[in-house]
């Protein structure tokens, strides 16, 4: 290709399918069953690609818009860990391109009606610390595989409409069923209907009011807020403790933690008379 047939396309395909192309072309390009069309969905920096397993220097910037990349998409993680893909590419002989990037989105931030994503190369995941921990408390998370907890079982959820709220984060419920206190610390509140369909957050505080009121406190508000009506659902926490697990779940046959490890004290403090195995 020469320079002057020069142009980039890009392709992001999300976890659950829906895959868009973009190109910085004046004009739509059509290869590998993808078409990219050229608007302000998405575009991106020069690539900073490192030699080795250096993690890929990059991000790509774009505007928010209805028929592309939505805010309300972006706040409920549809496009989290979503793979992207950049060639370079000949627009007058498309079958003439190379791959010069393939990797994910990363963190996403969001302001003025657009939106930027660090891109992350392949080598990221080699940040991931593999193989399990060893640790007195848990390592699954609740209702996964390991855990085994079933999240539909009666009495670990409940479905409630918001009543009131404030800043987006503090919610509180009248005439709530009976569940002991705290309940729902960690857990989560997903959202069920509405504008704000899709988000969910992690609840810091569960308490109890006079009158059978509860208060549902998140960690951080959610990026749209519920509107009074709307559904949501509340999912009970786990601090990942062996009581926990035994007392709250009764699922401590599925236990992943090593509640009978030596404190950390102990394995480093020096003891007379005796050495520690």
């Known amino acids: ?84 893909r950049m060639w370079e590419v000949d627009w007058t002989h498309v079958v003439q391109r190379k791959l010069v990037f393939s990797g994910s989105l990363g963190e996403v931030s969001r302001a003025n009606g657009a939106f930027r994503a660090e891109l992350r190369g392949l080598s990221e995941r080699l940040n991931t610390p593999q193989g399990r921990v060893y640790h007195p408390r848990c390592c699954a998370r609740l209702g996964d595989g390991a855990c085994k907890v079933d999240l539909s079982a009666a009495g670990i959820s409940v479905q409630r409409r918001v009543e009131e709220m404030d800043e987006g984060r503090v919610f509180t419920f009248a005439a709530f069923p009976a569940f002991d206190l705290n309940w729902f610390d960690h857990g989560r509140l997903d959202v069920l209907s509405g504008a704000a369909e899709g988000l969910h957050g992690t609840i810091k505080n569960d308490s109890a009011r006079p009158g059978g009121s509860r208060v549902i406190e998140l960690w951080s508000a959610l990026g749209i807020a519920p509107a009074a009506g709307d559904l949501v659902r509340l999912t009970a926490g786990c601090d990942k403790a062996a009581a926990t697990c035994r007392l709250k779940f009764s699922n401590f046959l599925n236990f992943r933690g090593f509640p009978h490890l030596p404190a950390e004290d102990w394995l480093l403090a020096p003891q007379s008379g005796g050495r520690h195995g």
């Open 1 to 84: 290709m020469t320079t002057t047939t020069f142009a980039r396309a890009w392709s992001v395909r999300r976890a659950d399918g829906l895959t868009l192309g973009f190109t910085d072309h004046d004009r739509h390009l059509t290869f590998g069953g993808v078409t990219f069309r050229p608007d302000r969905g998405l575009t991106a920096r020069a690539l900073v690609q490192a030699v080795g397993l250096s993690v890929d220097n990059s991000e790509a910037t774009g505007a928010l818009s209805d028929d592309a990349i939505t805010e309300r998409d972006l706040m409920a993680g549809r496009w989290d860990e979503a793979q992207l």
